[in-house]
């Protein structure tokens, strides 16, 4: 990471910041010591999402928010630009490979579903895969394995059975290589994906990861991004922020589940509890959930509480917000 992205300032001194007003709603971040001005787009403003689209395009690095805030990166086919993901993140854990955003249409591309135990393989069916999330609306990661031949995602993506040994010692082991697909069924990011899609130039995977070092607390708020950036902390050039999920006061990371495998239980396997529970998971899909083992990390900022409700409320706030917008792009449905 070059130097203008990783300041440090003098001890006891923090780097100076504020936010100031541009066109078309568009704010930006000054940073004063280093005459820096980050644009700070919204994923609610459709007016917006050209701009972080070709962000995405040309591996720009993104700070975004979605209960917390995470770093996202376009990384394109057999490209090595996920190793920026360790840099963004310090201390992470080589075995921790990084999710990626995708569409859950399209994550059926990458899935072995000779893995996935028999009486599930009805999901590889489009129309009942995606109900994993268009049945609840949440933020959930899917953990799937994967095909053997898929020669042009980078490998930063791709988690070996001995990866997974690493980093979850305490769960029943995998014999085959996986990958984490992260989602939210919300038309404000479906339209952007969907924009981000016609500005490729080549195939371009869309990385994230929990914006803080590993093993610490991330950011919940705006006010707290900011004090990691007067910190000098500054691995992105752009800023995305959502205002809705910010009020909705639902401060989590997100659940992790993995599809079922030939030889295990009939059931998803929970291996981070976030900000949707697998009660709820059960109860509007109808799969049923068990943890991996006792020691299933909690990522929640208040461990053990439940935010269903708030995600739910927000998501019925989406909805009405965007049957007033007028998109730039018309969206397949789901």
């Not at 993901?85 to 990626?100: C, D, H, I, L, T």
């Not at 040994?165 to 305490?170: G, I, K, L, N, V």
């Not at 994230?208 to 607390?217: A, C, K, L, R, Y």
Request: net charge positive.
């Amino acid at each position: 990471m070059d130097n203008e992205r990783l300041i440090t300032p003098e001890p006891n001194k923090k780097l100076t910041v504020k936010v100031e007003d541009g066109e078309n709603g568009v704010q930006f971040l000054v940073i004063e010591e280093l005459s820096k001005r980050i644009p700070i787009y919204s994923i609610r403003n459709l007016e917006h999402h050209c701009q972080m689209a070709k962000a995405v395009r040309d591996e720009v690095p993104m700070v975004v928010y979605g209960g917390i805030w995470a770093v996202f990166k376009g990384v394109k086919r057999r490209s090595l630009g996920a190793r920026f993901f360790q840099e963004a993140k310090p201390g992470r854990p080589p075995e921790s490979k990084v999710p990626m955003v995708v569409p859950p249409e399209e994550m059926l591309q990458f899935i072995d579903w000779s893995r996935v135990h028999p009486d599930f393989r009805s999901l590889r069916w489009r129309a009942n895969f995606v109900k994993l999330w268009t049945t609840h609306g949440a933020p959930l990661h899917i953990i799937a394995p994967v095909k053997k031949n898929l020669w042009a995602l980078p490998d930063e993506f791709k988690t070996t059975p001995e990866d997974f040994s690493a980093r979850y010692p305490e769960a029943k082991p995998v014999n085959c290589p996986t990958a984490a697909f992260y989602w939210r069924e919300d038309p404000y990011w479906r339209h952007f994906a969907t924009l981000s899609a016609c500005y490729m130039r080549t195939e371009t995977y869309l990385g994230v990861s929990s914006f803080n070092p590993h093993g610490e607390e991330p950011p919940y708020t705006f006010e707290e991004l900011k004090e990691q950036v007067k910190m000098g902390r500054i691995p992105f050039e752009v800023i995305v922020r959502d205002d809705l999920f910010e009020e909705s006061g639902a401060f989590s990371s997100h659940t992790q589940m993995r599809l079922p495998l030939v030889g295990g239980d009939p059931e998803f396997v929970v291996l981070r509890l976030g900000s949707f529970s697998p009660d709820g998971f059960t109860r509007i899909t109808g799969f049923g959930c068990k943890l991996a083992s006792a020691s299933v990390k909690d990522v929640r900022k208040n461990p053990g509480e439940n935010l269903d409700r708030r995600l739910f409320t927000m998501l019925g706030k989406i909805h009405q917000e965007y049957q007033k917008e007028k998109p730039l792009i018309c969206c397949r449905r789901p």
